[in-house]
C-alpha cells in the first residue's frame, strides 16, 4: 500500500470516519515504523492547525511527511478533549512518541514551593486582611467600614470613589486558585495562580494609572482613557498603554517576563528606562531575559498565553521544566523531576479539562517515564 493509501486512512480516522475494516487495516499497517512515523507526524500536523483554526488536509501534507526538509524536532505530545480518544488509540497500537530512549542517569530536581491551602486575600494599606472566600461575603470593606466594592459570583470589583490620596490594596492569589477583579476605572484583570497585585483602591484625576504586578501573572482587559495612561510595573519592566488587552508573566522563579498583546498596542520597556522600549503589536511577545538583561520580541498566537482565563493549559514549544511549573501553580502541588533527560525536552500539548492525574499519564505514556503520586506530591522516575 502506497504512503498516499495510508495518509487518507490515517486523515479518515482523525476525521471519525473511519469503519471498523480500515481501523483494522490502518492498525495492521502501523506496526511498520516508518508508517508509524508518518502517523505521529500527521497527529502533530492536525492538533497545530486545529488550534489555529485550519483543516487538515493530507495531500498538502504528503510531501513533508515523506520527505521532511527540516533537522528532526524534539519530542512533542500534543493532547486535548478532541484528541483523547486518538490518543488512546495510539497507546493501543503501541505507538511511542519518544524520539530515543531515557539515559540512565538521574538527579534530583528540587520542589520549588510548599503545599498550602490557602484562600485569595485581600491586604490593605494599613496592614489588615481579609479573606475573599468567606461564605455570605458579598463586599470588601476597609478598617473605617467603608464598602471599597463588591463581591459577585466570585468577582470583585471597585467602586469609583472620589479621592486625592493614593491607598492602595494588594490582593494575593495563591496557587490552585484564580481570581477575577475590575479596578475602580473599569479595568478588568484576570489574576493565574501564584499572583500578588498592588493597585490603587481608586484611581486620581490627572495621574498615570499605576498597577505593581509583584509575582505571578495577570491578564488585563484596561478600559480606554487616553488622558491617563495605565502602566503595569514589574521587577525589572514596565508595560504602558491607553486602552488594550494583554497578558504579563513575572514570575520571580522563571527565567523570563513575557508580555503578549492580543489587542491595541503597548509599550514595554526596560524600567526606569523609557529609551530603551518595544512597540508590540497584536500577536506579538516580548520576552525579558532576567540573566542577561536584556529584551527581545517575537510572534506568537497570543490565545495560548491567556488560555489560562479560560482554565486551559496550553504548551507550545515549553520545556518540560516549566511545564512542571505551571502545573504545580495551577493544581496547588509539588512535583518532583528525578529525570535529568526529561527535563530539557520540550513539548507541545493542550489541556481543558483533563485531572492532574490524567495529565501526568498522558506525558508519562509519550516519553516513557514513570511517577509516584502521595497525596499532593508527585515524584518523577
Known sequence: MSSKDILFLIEKYFNDDISKEESKILESLLKDEE???????????YHILKNKDKHFKGEEFL??????????????FRLSNIYKYAAMIVFIFGLSFAFYKLAPNFRSTAITHDIIDEDVQIKFEDGSKQILALKGLDSLKNKENITLGYLKNGELTYKRLK??????????V?????????????????LNAGTRLRYPVNFIEGL????????????FDVTKDEKHQFIVNTKAIDVAVYGTKFNVSA????????????EGSVKVYEKDNINNALLLVPNEQSIWNNSAQNMSKKEVYS???????KGELQFENVLFEDITKRLERHFNV??????????????????KEETLEDIMLYFSKSYGFKFNTNKKRITIR
Not at 479621592?163 to 494575593?172: A, D, S
Not at 490565545?303 to 482565563?309: A, F, L
Open 303 to 309: 490565545n495560548i498565553y491567556s488560555s489560562w482565563i
Open 208 to 219: 498615570k494609572r499605576e498597577v505593581y504586578l509583584e509575582e505571578g501573572e495577570a491578564y
Open 334 to 351: 509539588a512535583i518532583q523531576n528525578d529525570n535529568t533527560d526529561l527535563k530539557k525536552e520540550s513539548f507541545t500539548a493542550s489541556f
Open 63 to 76: 510531501e513533508k511527511i515523506i520527505t521532511p526538509k527540516a533537522p528532526p524536532y524534539k519530542k512533542v
Open 35 to 45: 508508517n508509524a512515523r508518518i502517523f505521529k507526524d500527521v497527529f502533530q500536523e
Open 174 to 190: 495563591p496557587y490552585g486558585k484564580h481570581f477575577q477583579m475590575t479596578l475602580s476605572d473599569g479595568t478588568i484583570v484576570y
Open 163 to 172: 479621592t486625592e490620596v493614593l491607598v492602595y490594596n494588594t490582593i494575593n
Open 251 to 262: 514570575y520571580q522563579n522563571d527565567k523570563f517576563i513575557e508580555t503578549t498583546l492580543e
